[in-house]
């Protein structure tokens, strides 16, 4: 095992032994970095309400902001969540998968308080990562899990962006490279037979309307926080952003796309899934650039590009 530059913090392979030490870690109340297929999140047992605590101290995380919880599978969701037909449908769909379900919370679901934020519903998803799902399983109960980076910065995709954001403020880092969707999980809320979206995700909405077989309302961005990511101001690195930049200064860093090469591309033939995949890297490299600024190309708002605006908008809010 590696210890990064903070003593406190260790870095270890998400393997069977990472896998063994994060379950003693979580279960004895501590917090634990472990990559999904969407970010790396920063996890404690969903159950226990000092270790949830934790995940809000580390990332200095407002407490009206809830948490998702993930879960192994459906059984285990629905210890936290009532399902309806809508949500039996996207989960059959989607899960395991980038897709959370907002859901009314199951009478006597065992959920620590702060996971809701004291809200009636549960955020939950069932993730394809081996590593979280290894973690999960190996508990034997939800793991609450945002986005293991200080509150309001950019998403973790990568193990270094752990560090740099988090070290010395969780005792442990799996490590399984870089995640491959890059953007978090859509968030779909579910009640009284309607589904609205939240969040922007991995999913494109295209894909969620064709498995509702209806069109999916998108939530203002003046509603109130009844899921992560709905913040008007989030995913922001330290330097000022600036949106549809064809071409940028020489005190700018020029993340690219398509046509516009820039100094690094999301992706030079135009492929949404690999910008997302690339977003937070490229983010964070443009933060660490020494620039004093950072320029992003025009990204289509189509698809997985959708989700792609949604981040910059409140990266540069």
Avoid: C
């Avoid at 903070?6 to 063994?20: C, K, L, M, R, Y």
């Avoid at 979280?132 to 998403?155: C, D, F, K």
């Avoid at 403020?169 to 968030?187: H, N, Q």
């Avoid at 579910?190 to 309302?217: D, M, T, Y």
Wanted: aromatic share 4%; charged share 15%.
């Amino acid at each position: 095992m590696k210890e990064s530059t903070a003593q406190s913090t260790q870095v270890h392979p998400a393997d069977a032994q990472g896998i063994e030490l994060a379950v003693s870690l979580l279960a004895r109340g501590a917090i634990v970095a472990i990559p999904t297929e969407t970010v790396y999140g920063l996890a404690a047992d969903a159950e226990d309400a000092d270790a949830v605590a934790r995940i809000y101290a580390a990332k200095g995380r407002p407490s009206f902001n809830p948490l998702i919880i993930h879960v192994a599978d459906r059984a285990m969701a629905e210890r936290y969540a009532r399902f309806d037909p809508l949500a039996d449908r996207l989960a059959a769909r989607f899960w395991p998968g980038p897709l959370t379900l907002v859901l009314p919370l199951a009478e006597g679901a065992p959920a620590a308080g702060l996971v809701t934020a004291g809200l009636p519903t549960i955020a939950i998803r069932v993730p394809a990562h081996p590593a979280m799902q290894g973690v999960i399983r190996g508990l034997g109960r939800g793991v609450a899990a945002p986005s293991a980076n200080a509150s309001g910065r950019m998403s973790p995709t990568r193990a270094s962006h752990v560090l740099h954001s988090l070290s010395g403020r969780v005792p442990l880092v799996l490590d399984a490279g870089p995640t491959t969707a890059g953007l978090e999980s859509s968030i779909v809320a579910i009640g009284n037979g309607k589904a609205r979206l939240l969040r922007q995700g991995a999913i494109p909405v295209e894909a969620i309307e064709a498995a509702l077989g209806r069109p999916l309302p998108v939530a203002a961005d003046a509603e109130p926080v009844a899921a992560p990511g709905m913040l008007l101001s989030h995913y922001a690195p330290q330097l000022p952003i600036r949106l549809n930049a064809a071409t940028a200064t020489d005190h700018e860093f020029h993340i690219g796309f398509g046509p516009v090469a820039g100094d690094e591309s999301l992706s030079a033939s135009g492929d949404l899934a690999e910008a997302a995949a690339r977003l937070f890297d490229l983010l964070h490299r443009a933060d660490a650039s020494g620039r004093a600024g950072i320029a992003v190309a025009p990204v289509p708002a189509h698809g997985l590009g959708a989700a792609i605006n949604d981040r910059l908008k409140r990266a540069a809010a």
